[in-house]
């Protein structure tokens, strides 16, 4: 096989700005998504069934349909209704964000009803208010089993924000298509574009085995 390094050189420029893009596409969905995230597990576990199902219904969506058609609708849709014109980087900041809010949802519900019960009831009957209870006692145990879940989902939110490529957010597959574009090759643009996405994930998939051990020390 003819494998031409030297494409992949003249292009390193260029993908070393899509990696830095991607990588802030990434920390961004993964910020806002777990702030909404929270927001929205604490509102579909609430005690009043009619107050959860705003918070059902948007897990269900945004967990039930595909991201690229998620991204089309927010980048065709959506942004340009609201900024005026369309913007593949907002567009995809926002789908990003509101996708991992759906599935990082879940999984705040999930660790926090993992508690026991026993651990509410105690800290309402030393006096704490239930925002106190939780944000002092249920959720700092709740986090140390949801971190291994959390890497999971930021691990594939870093993968799939390669779907941005599609509104020509210029992340590395951006560049790797228009690299397959112009020189009519297959092998260095995907080969090279999937050696970046594995460097990234393995070493989020280090960090946060850094911040378990840690976490399980204390």
Request: proline letters at 4%; charged letters at 15%; zero cysteines.
């Given at each position: ?10 292009y ?26 929270l ?11 009619l ?36 913007n593949?980087?907002?567009?995809t ?33 030393l ?9 002092y ?26 779907l ?25 643009p995907?080969?090279?574009a ?11 998939s ?12 204390e």
């Amino acid at each position: 096989m003819d494998f031409r390094f030297d494409i992949i050189v003249e292009y390193s420029p260029y993908l070393v700005k899509g990696t830095l893009l991607t990588i802030g596409l990434s920390l961004a969905g993964i910020f806002i998504g777990t702030i909404l995230g929270l927001f929205i597990g604490l509102g579909k576990i609430q005690s009043r069934k009619l107050l959860t199902w705003p918070f059902v219904w948007y897990i269900t969506f945004f967990r039930g349909t595909p991201l690229f058609v998620q991204i089309l609708l927010i980048h065709f849709g959506v942004v340009p209704m609201i900024l005026g014109e369309t913007n593949g980087i907002v567009a995809t900041i926002v789908a990003l964000s509101l996708n991992a809010a759906a599935y990082i949802a879940e999984i705040f519900r999930a660790g926090i009803q993992s508690i026991d019960r026993g651990q509410m009831e105690a800290a309402r009957s030393l006096g704490m208010t239930h925002v106190q209870a939780m944000r002092y006692v249920i959720l700092p145990q709740a986090f140390k089993r949801m971190i291994p879940p959390l890497g999971n989902e930021f691990i594939v939110l870093i993968k799939e924000s390669s779907l941005a490529a599609i509104v020509a957010t210029p992340e590395i597959m951006y560049w790797g298509r228009a690299m397959a574009g112009q020189y009519y090759r297959v092998w260095e643009p995907y080969l090279t574009a999937a050696v970046i996405y594995l460097i990234l994930t393995l070493s989020l998939s280090f960090l946060l085995n850094i911040l378990e051990r840690r976490l399980k020390t204390e």
